[in-house]
T-cell receptor, first 114, second 111 residues
Framework: ETGVTQSPTHLIKTRGQQVTLRCSSQ?????VSWYQQALGQGPQFIFQ???????GRGNFPPRFSGLQFPNYSSELNVNALELDDSALYLC?????????????FGPGTRLTVL | RKEVEQDPGPFNVPEGATVAFNCTYS??????FFWYRQDCRKEPKLLMS???SGNEDGRFTAQLNRASQYISLLIRDSKLSDSATYLC????????????FGGGTRLMVKP
């Protein structure tokens, strides 16, 4: 296993609610990236945190926000949930933010929005 | 046009067959290239990085053609356990170390 953990594993919410997903990075890794994977598609980059600062963002609206803590664990927050937010949310940790730093994925949180 | 394009498949092959997957990417500034494997309802796992000179790992061979912006993966002597979705992944190397994934190619190896 990669040593990257995520919680919860599954979550059901209704439209308009808010959700917080959590990720613990692999020991020694200071960079966490978040991805959204809709059914039948490849993962899409949401944002990345490096040493507690946002280090890049994909094409997601501001209602997707995040945090990284001093121990390098991370949270993804989504406000005003929409039906299309239903997806598998993956976090990946890496040693650093270089393009050659391999990203190791956690098992994901499956979010269903009703 | 998608940034990373793959044939979604499925590729249905018998055990022992050789199968090849192709992928094209649109950003010529892309710096790093990977193949990830994803089993049903699981997370993606790195299968191998792809280098310009081509590289091999056991039954798996990856090739990169920067001029044509094309990546390939060859699997020889397919096993039942190779059944999965194979994701072609590109890293442009800009701020964010963002991985851009193709939609995946589904492989089913049959006895």
């Amino acid at each position: 296993e990669t040593g990257v953990t995520q919680s919860p594993t599954h979550l059901i919410k209704t439209r308009g609610q808010q959700v917080t997903l959590r990720c613990s990075s692999q020991s020694g890794h200071n960079t966490v990236s978040w991805y959204q994977q809709a059914l039948g598609q490849g993962p899409q980059f949401i944002f990345q945190y490096y040493r507690e600062e946002e280090n890049g963002r994909g094409n997601f609206p501001p209602r997707f926000s995040g945090l990284q803590f001093p121990n390098y664990s991370s949270e993804l927050n989504v406000n005003a949930l929409e039906l299309d937010d239903s997806a598998l949310y993956l976090c990946a940790s890496s040693l650093g933010r270089r393009s050659t730093d391999t990203q190791y994925f956690g098992p994901g949180t499956r979010l269903t929005v009703l | 046009r998608k940034e990373v394009e793959q044939d979604p498949g499925p590729f249905n092959v018998p055990e022992g067959a050789t199968v090849a997957f192709n992928c094209t990417y649109s950003n010529s500034a892309s710096q790093s290239f990977f193949w990830y494997r994803q089993d049903c309802r699981k997370e993606p796992k790195l299968l191998m990085s792809v280098y310009s000179s081509g590289n091999e790992d056991g039954r798996f061979t990856a090739q990169l053609n920067r001029a044509s912006q094309y990546i390939s993966l060859l699997i020889r002597d397919s096993k039942l356990s190779d059944s999965a979705t194979y994701l072609c992944v590109v890293n442009i190397g800009n701020a964010g170390n963002m991985l851009t994934f193709g939609g995946g190619t589904r492989l089913m190896v049959k006895p």
